[in-house]
């Protein structure tokens, strides 16, 4: 049964909203200096691990702009045309595993091989694989720091 | 025949029919992708996926003709164009809602709800015996619940049937237990069903901005331009002496909705019918406008609502 706060905006930022470690920590340094606006009657906030949009977004935005960064370094094409086609192509792709029974670790499993491989890359490609890599260090790390706190 | 055994209760039994139409834009394949994906998806990726099939069904399904039709009247002087990205809104919309409902439906995940017009809303599960009028917005399976699990009152949900019919017998066999779900195939059978819900205090939800199929309508102006919409709320509303609770499920934002409630419609009961229905329905007519034309990115009418425009 999901826990639900009533009428408290603030509860917007609670840690046990967000999914990953890394988020869950930024929000709890953070969180009592975002924004809390109660801008309705009554508010009923359910605490879910993947309840924050935020979080939701963008990693969905990091985890397409990598992949299309991927795709578009392996494109025998010209720049432009890689940039235009690598976007729909990565979209697509990224979704096929799940339909084969990937799960999130899975997805995220074939992000680092992927980033892994592309790391020693010549050519822009690697620091688009060595963010991915350091983005994935860090998430690691906060998730030692967030069980050593009980977050 | 019982209220039980009445026809509005059961979806009618799928006729063999041939194997690829289960693909078309309202087949059962769709459907099921749908549970599947709902179940599958990793929440952190839904809204790449969510863009993607949204496009997908933007440009492949016959839905499009409908919402771009009704945007040229909402929003007069539109170019087609603007239209057509408006109209992608409306689908992403849709898709999140359908996604929020099949979450909540398969692994109970509730959104975040906000309340606009409260005292409105309480007023509606407070009495005993309404008619919840709403659109064709949001996400009003999953509001449905809410208010049953909020109010206690019985729920009925008065649903056109599916166009096809394996799509219907398979929603019909995942219908929830917390509300009753009845479909308008037999009017006279289904009013009586309705009357007496009312009357034993349940609350019968019905859409109000498209008349789907062979059901009974009444003029109306909309946008200053004429149409019709359903008569069948305000008879119930006359037939029962019940207030008619105008509410709306507004998505605002990833599983974040809003609930306005509107003061409600009272459809005086008096010997001259069509003064009291024009009445109700220009009060009805109203709120929709307003409504519509605020949150018109999540029209969810498929069909276009004044036909000569399409």
Same mark, same amino acid.
């Given at each position: 049964m999901t826990q639900i706060i009533a009428d408290k905006p603030a509860a917007r930022w609670l840690p046990a909203r967000h999914h990953f470690a890394l988020t869950r920590l930024i929000v709890l340094a953070v969180g009592r200096y975002l924004p809390a606006k109660m801008n309705a009657e009554h508010l009923l906030l359910a605490v879910d691990r993947d309840q924050s949009a935020i979080e939701n977004y963008a990693l969905s935005i990091w985890f397409l702009a990598t992949s299309a960064c991927y795709v578009g370094a392996t494109l025998p094409l010209s720049l432009a045309w890689s940039i235009i086609l690598s976007i729909p192509i990565a979209a697509f792709v990224i979704q096929l595993p799940i339909y084969f029974g990937a799960t999130s670790a899975i997805?995220?499993?074939?992000?680092f091989c992927a980033a892994a491989y592309f790391a020693t890359a010549i050519g822009p490609i690697h620091y688009v694989a060595w963010l991915s890599l350091m983005a994935f260090a860090t998430n690691a790390m906060a998730w030692v720091v967030a069980k050593a706190c009980g977050i | 025949m019982t209220a039980e055994d009445s026809p509005n209760r059961h979806p009618p039994p799928a006729t063999r029919r041939p194997w690829w139409r289960r693909f078309l834009?309202?087949?059962? @394949?769709?459907?099921? +992708?749908?549970? @599947?994906a709902a179940i599958r998806?990793?929440?952190?990726i839904e809204p790449l996926v969510i863009g993607w099939w949204a496009g997908f069904f933007l440009l492949w399904g016959p839905g499009r003709h409908g919402v771009m039709s009704n945007l040229k009247r909402v929003k007069p002087g539109s170019s087609a164009l603007a239209n057509f990205f408006r109209c992608y809104r409306v689908f992403w919309n849709y898709a999140w809602s359908l996604s929020d409902t099949m979450r909540f439906r398969e692994m109970r995940v509730v959104p975040d709800w906000e309340f606009t017009g409260y005292k409105d809303f309480e007023a509606l599960q407070s009495s005993g015996g309404a008619i919840l009028l709403t659109a064709h917005m949001g996400s009003y399976d999953l509001?449905?619940?809410? +208010?049953? /699990?909020?109010s206690g009152h019985r729920i009925i949900m008065v649903r056109a049937p599916e166009i096809d019919p394996e799509t219907h017998a398979y929603e019909g066999k995942r219908k929830s237990a917390d509300i009753e779900i009845v479909f308008n195939v037999n009017a006279s059978d289904l009013?009586? !069903?309705l009357l007496h819900a009312i009357r034993d205090g349940g609350i019968v939800a019905i859409q109000g901005d498209r008349v789907a199929g062979d059901i009974a309508d009444l003029p109306a102006t909309v946008f200053g331009k004429a149409t019709r919409l359903p008569a069948g709320p305000f008879a119930l509303a006359m037939a029962s002496h019940a207030p008619i609770h105008p509410i709306f499920i507004v998505r605002m934002g990833r599983r974040r909705y809003r609930v306005a409630a509107y003061p409600p419609i009272v459809v005086e009961a008096s010997r001259d019918r069509d003064a009291a229905f024009a009445a109700a329905l220009e009060s009805w007519t109203?709120?929709? /406008? !307003?409504?519509?034309?605020?949150?018109?990115?999540?029209? +969810?009418? +498929? /069909?276009?609502?004044?036909? /000569?425009a399409a």
């Open positions: 997805l995220m499993a074939l992000q | 834009v309202k087949g059962v @394949f769709w459907r099921k +992708f749908l549970r @599947f998806v990793p929440p952190w509001a449905a619940h809410l +208010f049953a /699990e909020r009013a009586i !069903d109203r709120v929709l /406008e !307003d409504v519509i034309g605020k949150s018109w990115y999540q029209w +969810f009418s +498929f /069909e276009p609502l004044w036909p /000569e």
